[in-house]
């Protein structure tokens, strides 16, 4: 059974930082691309940042870039997405997703076929 789990989600100030991991299990991690979502109350899921299954791209929305720092452990079947610099308006639920191989938009939420359940991100003071 193909499965994503998130952790590292909680409660930080504005200017803090957290890492978020996404753990895979039940299908072949190596050829798909992982994909970071978010979604606020009342807003529409969108894409934070995306990585290859080769590791060789990488996408970024305009509001996380040069904040948020994507990876990927192929050998532990595992994303991280780093935070730093973090602001209110990130606060949302946060979401890992999977695509196999590179969809033509991947930031689009309709081109991933496996989600995990998602972890909270508060940001305040």
């Known amino acids: 059974q193909q499965q994503l789990v998130e952790a590292g989600g909680g409660l930080v100030q504005p200017g803090g930082s957290l890492r978020l991991s996404c753990a895979a299990s039940?299908?072949?991690?190596?050829?798909?691309?992982i994909g970071w979502f978010r979604q606020a109350p009342g807003k529409e899921r969108e894409c934070v940042s995306c990585?290859?299954?080769?590791?060789?791209?990488?996408y970024y929305a305009d509001s996380v870039k040069g904040r948020f720092t994507i990876s990927r452990d192929n050998p532990k079947n595992r994303v991280y997405l780093h935070m730093n610099s973090l602001k209110p308006e990130d606060t949302a639920v946060y979401y890992c997703?999977?695509?196999?191989?590179?969809?033509?938009?991947?930031?689009?939420?309709?081109?991933?076929?496996?989600w995990g359940q998602g972890t909270q991100v508060t940001v305040s003071s």
């Open positions: 990585i290859s299954s080769s590791t060789e791209s990488t």
């Open positions: 997703a999977a695509a196999l191989f590179l969809p033509p938009d991947w930031s689009t939420p309709n081109e991933y076929a496996y």
């Open positions: 039940g299908f072949s991690f190596d050829y798909y691309t």
